[in-house]
């Protein structure tokens, strides 16, 4: 069952602050939702050829899992693949708006496995986990600024 996901939403803050958040790996677990632990093995922001180790729980299970950083462009994106809960690219990107910026997450991939099972729920639960995600990250981006 191939997935294809693209939520987005607004952040009253500039991009260089959302980035600073969002492209940190040890603000994970503040604003992605199931991330039990996160363990970056490349350290600082991420930028391509880094990689992190996440604990998570998603569906009821709890795994381990590696992301690679594919590609990145400073504050603008950065774009990852993973290999658990099944091959999926991930794109963090940031744009400027008029009052602050627009977050956008869009993954896209392949489910195998367990995650098949779930069929065409599946993609209704990648998008609302990552409607939560980007929920959870204005949150802890606006509330810094208050």
């Known amino acids: 069952m191939s997935v294809d996901v693209r939520v987005e939403t607004a952040i009253k803050r500039p991009r260089s602050a959302v980035a600073a958040i969002m492209f ?37 299970r709890t795994f381990g899992y590696e992301y690679r950083v594919i590609a990145a462009d400073g504050d603008r994106f950065v774009e990852m693949e993973v290999d658990k809960p099944f091959p999926m690219k991930i794109r963090y990107e940031l744009e400027d708006s008029a009052g602050g910026t627009v977050a956008r997450i869009h993954a896209r991939g392949d489910a195998s496995g367990f995650f098949k099972i779930g069929g065409p729920l599946l993609g209704w639960m990648v998008r609302r986990s990552i409607a939560k995600d980007l929920a959870g990250l204005k949150a802890v981006i606006e509330r810094a600024s208050d």
């Open 24 to 60: 940190d790996p040890k603000n994970d677990a503040a604003w992605t939702s199931g991330v039990i632990e996160v363990t970056p093995l490349t350290p600082g922001r991420l930028r391509a050829g880094s990689r992190v180790e996440r604990k998570v729980r998603f569906m009821g």
